[in-house]
């Protein structure tokens, strides 16, 4: 048993997942674009999906732009179709698939009585369903390389729950259920199956919320470490969940949160 040797840069720093392809749903904005970008930096291939074609080609350009290889796919994670057609395109382009992060999420906050079917259907939708079937067809494509990664992103959400965000808090507790039990069938085939719940960090996602001075200090009065989050907290777990370091790493749920959730 050994250790192998990591691959370096001309600067002397590790690339821990040169020569892997990656998919990253949601990757135009926020955590999903933080960790595209930590990706690229690390050696591998990124293909970015999402809605908007205009975010996703910034974060090809700096991925280009910085010497790596990437691609924007234009896809809903909610519809079967779009996901059939982001794995394929993925693998045309870059002959592989090794690394799956499932980061595309919505969040809608409404009381419970003023949240809605169609709000609570979008949110399942598109968090929860939608990482469930990215992974059902991205694992065919890990199952032709002998091993693959696979990483949901939840909440903390999911594991304390919040007021004025019942499906948000459904969807996340779903992931993270979910999570193990995909790990438990598929770990004999090599594939690992973890999960990272984010704390508070400021993204597009919440900005409607943070952008609130009680609530933004609320948020900072209960965090350990005094301060939200920023997307760069959780690109390294997620570097390290993809990288073959996490090899015996499985079923887990990883939080990065400032120490919230340990009071």
């Known amino acids: 048993m050994g250790y192998s040797i990591q691959i370096l840069t001309k600067r002397g720093t590790a690339v821990r997942l040169k020569n892997k392809v990656a998919l990253v749903t949601g990757g135009g904005t926020g955590i999903g674009k933080a960790i595209a970008l930590a990706f690229a930096r690390e050696g591998a291939k990124v293909a970015l999906t999402g809605r908007r074609m205009d975010k996703l080609g910034e974060v090809v350009n700096e991925i ?16 079967i179709k779009d996901v059939d057609r982001m794995v394929t395109e993925t693998v045309k382009k870059f002959k592989k698939l090794d690394i799956l992060v499932n980061c595309a999420g919505v969040l809608f906050s409404a009381d419970l009585a003023h949240h809605t079917e169609k709000l609570w259907d979008e949110t399942i939708d598109i968090n929860l369903k939608g990482s469930f079937l990215a992974t059902q067809r991205a694992v065919p494509e890990m199952l032709k390389q002998g091993k693959g990664k696979v990483i949901h992103i939840a909440s903390i959400a999911g594991q304390i729950g919040f007021p004025n965000s019942v499906a948000y808090c459904a969807s996340k507790g779903g992931i993270m259920g979910m999570t193990k039990a995909m790990a438990m069938e598929l770990a004999p085939k090599k594939i ?46 997620a570097v390290y969940l993809a990288s073959d370091e996490s090899d015996f790493t499985n079923g887990i749920t990883l939080t990065i949160d400032g120490g919230l959730i340990i009071q």
Do not use: F, M, W
Not at 64 to 79: H, M, P, Q, Y
């Open 64 to 79: 280009k732009k910085n010497g790596g290889k990437a691609l924007a796919i234009s896809a809903d994670v909610s519809k």
């Open 192 to 237: 690992n199956v973890n999960c990272i719940a984010p704390g508070d960090v400021a993204t597009p996602l919440n900005e409607h919320l943070l952008v609130k001075p009680k609530y933004l200090k609320s948020r900072v009065d209960n965090t350990p470490y005094g301060r939200v989050g920023q997307v760069q907290d959780i690109a390294p777990g």
